[in-house]
């Protein structure tokens, strides 16, 4: 068993924060924002001392109820400050980018972590494809098709083109390729059925809550 503490980088909510969806950016204290990632840091390497095997980190948006809207950025700053937890990312949400991209910096962040990392790629939920004016009837082809990429791109030693209904690239050949070989421990995160028979056509882990 391997136990993991959910890390949201806390922001300190004034009694007066506007309580409606999306938040107005023009509530936030900068200097908050910067002592809630201290915080996180502090936190997490208490967190380490009591023999945690990882920190879990998800991507939310446009809310101070958990900080991180960038969940690789996230795990790049926290890899830097801890040298023995495995860093666990809950996201990024596929169809909100793009899946090379995702690709490369996850290899990137693997190798810089030292083979640390462990990953989980999200669907996400309505109000978040809202955030960037995507269909929600199309998130879990996009989400599929996504994953679907990155695992490839990960894997496939010569470069490829992609053509897909969601995604289109010419010429893909991804640089760095993630430390672990082929690829670091990766969860489809659902808990329909779809989502268990990709897990298992893929042969992922699956996440579920």
């Known amino acids: 068993m391997k136990v993991s503490f959910f890390e949201t980088g806390r922001y300190a909510v004034p009694a ?27 936190r997490l390497r208490y967190v380490e001392e009591l ?60 190798t810089l972590a030292g ?6 790629l999200l669907r996400g939920t309505t109000n ?7 269909n929600p009837k199309e998130a879990r082809e996009r989400t599929d098709e996504g994953m679907e990429l990155i695992l490839k791109a990960w894997t496939e030693p010569q470069p490829f083109g992609w053509q897909g209904r969601h995604f289109q690239f010419r010429n893909v050949s991804v640089w760095p390729r993630p430390l672990q070989q082929p690829y670091p421990p990766t969860y489809a995160l659902g808990t329909s059925r779809e989502s268990c028979e990709f897990a298992a056509r893929h042969r992922l882990g699956l996440g579920v809550s």
């Open 51 to 110: 023999g945690f095997d990882w920190v879990s980190v998800s991507e939310h948006h446009y809310s101070p109820r958990i900080l991180t809207p960038s969940p690789i950025v996230s795990a790049a700053y926290i890899a830097a400050h801890l040298r023995r937890m495995t860093i666990a990312l809950l996201g990024p949400i596929v169809p909100h980018g793009n899946p090379v991209r995702i690709a490369e910096e996850l290899g990137m962040l693997d």
């Open 16 to 42: 007066d924060l506007p309580r409606e969806w999306p938040v107005p950016s023009g509530a936030y204290d900068p200097e908050l924002g910067a002592r809630a990632y201290r915080g996180m840091i502090e």
């Open 128 to 134: 978040e494809y809202l955030t960037y004016d995507l």
């Open 115 to 120: 083979g640390r990392l462990v990953v989980g």
